[in-house]
């Protein structure tokens, strides 16, 4: 199990837009470097990436959640 970490603190978002579908789900494939989100500080995005391949297991965080550095975002299942 590997656990992808914020980076930032920020509001954290699973949508490249409030219209748009999530980067990902739990339960679907990632490669590490894939954008899973991104967080928000003072109007600016920046993208938050898998650490490793395999499947998202769980999100720890909502859509808009606040988050501080090192706060664990989701659980990869390592393949």
């Not at 219209?19 to 938050?48: C, H, N, T």
């Not at 499947?55 to 706060?71: C, K, L, R, S, Y």
Request: aromatic letters at 6%; zero cysteines; charged letters at 25%.
């Amino acid at each position: 199990m590997t656990e992808i970490q914020s980076p930032l603190p920020g509001v954290f978002y699973r949508r490249p837009s409030p219209d748009k579908d999530p980067f990902v789900r739990d339960g679907d494939p990632v490669e590490a470097g894939q954008v899973i989100g991104l967080i928000e500080v003072m109007k600016q995005f920046s993208e938050v990436q898998s650490d490793a391949a395999g499947t998202i297991q769980a999100f720890e965080v909502e859509d808009g959640d606040m988050v501080n550095p090192g706060d664990v975002i989701a659980v990869v299942a390592e393949s």
